[in-house]
């Protein structure tokens, strides 16, 4: 048995964004990316007319400027809890998204305990207050279909004061999705690599993760990586190409639906991690994790590797021969993309890592994402996966 959980509905294509007109509501929040309002200064003057025509009361927030932490979360849905709203719209990246779905949390429920939050798929009933409409502006992290938000949270360990945890319940998953390519124009490149490579990552591990087999989101992950392999070189080539910018939107929300039918694996558990030591764009630390995380999971997941490949387009005769065209595929993606492959590469001091490698696999072996990988990993393998980074 398997489910599938999706948004109400997905609107797709330029002037998307008019279907807020369609709404009924009388109170709105936006929490909003400041960079993405500085450069698209007329995609927020267009939802504030539409609340303006409706005559409706709106708020504008912005986002907090990085990866969101708890502490601003909770601070943040006081603002909701001020202005009462029947819909909730976040514009930005994924951390714009994840962190007002969890903000959404606090809305309905103010005073739920650190425990209660994390208590994956058991959060108390959401959306009796507000709708929440999802417009991400960049692609690649799939948040506006996903039950899951990541946020940095306090940790009692003072060698990593503050790890990256997910929340996770379907019920955070948006009502409605806004996806229009024209709100990706403005991505910096480096935002674009990563994200892209996120929504590969995503899709890859759902795809074999310890799950039951989803036909619903496995096709959606099979196509998610084709489109990201295709198309993510061709926007970098031409980043004003809205049909291009098209195809890796669509790509990054099928990564999200992916995710969000099965689960992530051993690439955001210790991915995730690096970023305890300095700051590094979610999709870049999943991503540099993976050839290695591929090489342990083969060992019980070589034909879901080598089904990936196919679809990609690999010509093999065996199995062995398809996994290794989909770790040239991948590298070959990193080669095109200039990205870094080793903590230096990073800018992480290999003598802080050193000291770290002991906190930072336990901190993998316990994250959440680990439990969905297809094989369960030891100390050892953990660290060996970290180990591989060194140059």
Same mark, same amino acid.
């Given at each position: 048995?398997?489910?599938?959980?999706?948004?109400?509905?997905?609107?797709?294509?330029?002037?998307?964004?008019?279907?807020?007109?369609?709404?009924?509501?009388?109170?709105?929040?936006?929490?909003?990316?400041?960079?993405?309002?500085?450069?698209?200064?007329?995609?927020?003057?267009?939802?504030?007319?539409?609340?303006?025509?409706?005559?409706?009361?709106?708020?504008?927030?912005?986002?907090?400027?990085?990866?969101?932490?708890?502490? !601003?979360?909770? #601070? *943040?849905? /006081? &603002?909701?809890?001020?202005?009462? @709203?029947?819909?909730?719209?976040?514009?930005?990246?994924?951390?714009?998204?994840?962190?007002?779905?969890?903000?959404?949390?606090?809305?309905?429920?103010?005073?739920?305990?650190?425990?209660?939050?994390?208590?994956?798929?058991?959060?108390?009933?959401?959306?009796?207050?507000?709708?929440?409409?999802?417009?991400?502006?960049?692609?690649?992290?799939?948040?506006?279909?996903?039950?899951?938000?990541?946020?940095?949270?306090?940790?009692?360990?003072?060698?990593?004061?503050?790890?990256?945890?997910?929340?996770?319940?379907?019920?955070?998953?948006?009502?409605?999705?806004?996806?229009?390519?024209?709100?990706?124009?403005?991505?910096?490149?480096?935002?674009?690599?990563?994200?892209?490579?996120?929504?590969?990552?995503?899709?890859?591990?759902?795809?074999?993760?310890?799950?039951?087999?989803?036909?619903?989101?496995?096709? !959606?992950?099979? #196509? *998610?990586? /084709? &489109?990201?392999?295709?198309?993510? @070189?061709?926007?970098?080539?031409?980043?004003?190409?809205?049909?291009?910018?098209?195809?890796?939107?669509?790509?990054?929300?099928?990564?999200?639906?992916?995710?969000?039918?099965?689960?992530?694996?051993?690439?955001?558990?210790?991915?995730?991690?690096?970023?305890?030591?300095?700051?590094?764009?979610?999709?870049?630390?999943?991503?540099?994790?993976?050839?290695?995380?591929?090489?342990?999971?083969?060992?019980?997941?070589?034909?879901?590797?080598?089904?990936?490949?196919?679809?990609?387009?690999?010509?093999?005769?065996?199995?062995?021969?398809?996994?290794?065209?989909?770790?040239?595929?991948?590298?070959?993606?990193?080669?095109?993309?200039?990205?870094?492959?080793?903590?230096?590469?990073?800018?992480?001091?290999?003598?802080?890592?050193?000291?770290?490698?002991?906190?930072?696999?336990?901190?993998?072996?316990?994250?959440?994402?680990?439990?969905?990988?297809?094989?369960?990993?030891?100390?050892?393998?953990?660290?060996?996966?970290?180990?591989?980074?060194?140059?």
């Amino acid at each position: 048995m398997f489910q599938s959980n999706f948004p109400r509905k997905i609107v797709f294509g330029e002037g998307s964004l008019e279907f807020l007109t369609t709404l009924d509501v009388r109170r709105v929040v936006l929490f909003v990316d400041e960079i993405f309002h500085q450069y698209n200064p007329k995609v927020i003057s267009r939802i504030e007319e539409i609340w303006k025509e409706k005559k409706t009361d709106f708020w504008l927030y912005y986002g907090e400027g990085t990866e969101p932490t708890l502490a !601003f979360v909770k #601070e *943040s849905a /006081k &603002k909701l809890q001020e202005h009462q @709203p029947d819909l909730i719209v976040a514009v930005g990246g994924g951390s714009v998204l994840d962190a007002a779905k969890v903000m959404e949390v606090y809305y309905e429920h103010p005073e739920i305990s650190d425990a209660a939050l994390m208590n994956r798929f058991n959060l108390p009933p959401l959306r009796r207050k507000s709708k929440f409409v999802a417009i991400p502006t960049t692609s690649g992290t799939g948040s506006e279909v996903t039950p899951i938000s990541v946020l940095y949270v306090p940790s009692d360990n003072p060698q990593s004061p503050m790890v990256k945890k997910g929340i996770t319940d379907y019920q955070m998953i948006p009502d409605y999705v806004i996806l229009d390519p024209q709100f990706t124009l403005s991505m910096p490149e480096s935002v674009t690599i990563s994200t892209g490579l996120d929504a590969f990552v995503h899709s890859l591990e759902a795809f074999v993760c310890n799950k039951p087999k989803n036909d619903f989101g496995d096709k !959606f992950a099979l #196509e *998610s990586m /084709k &489109k990201v392999l295709t198309y993510l @070189p061709k926007v970098l080539e031409s980043p004003q190409n809205k049909a291009y910018r098209a195809e890796l939107q669509l790509a990054a929300t099928m990564g999200g639906l992916a995710l969000a039918n099965r689960a992530s694996g051993a690439a955001h558990g210790s991915g995730k991690q690096l970023s305890s030591l300095r700051t590094i764009a979610h999709g870049t630390s999943v991503a540099i994790m993976v050839d290695a995380v591929i090489r342990c999971n083969a060992k019980v997941r070589l034909a879901d590797y080598a089904e990936i490949a196919r679809y990609l387009g690999v010509h093999a005769e065996t199995d062995e021969e398809a996994l290794e065209g989909l770790l040239s595929l991948w590298n070959g993606l990193l080669d095109t993309l200039d990205f870094p492959r080793t903590i230096a590469d990073l800018g992480i001091d290999e003598k802080i890592f050193q000291e770290k490698l002991d906190t930072i696999t336990r901190n993998a072996m316990n994250d959440a994402a680990m439990k969905a990988n297809p094989i369960a990993l030891t100390y050892d393998e953990v660290q060996g996966l970290f180990k591989s980074l060194l140059p």
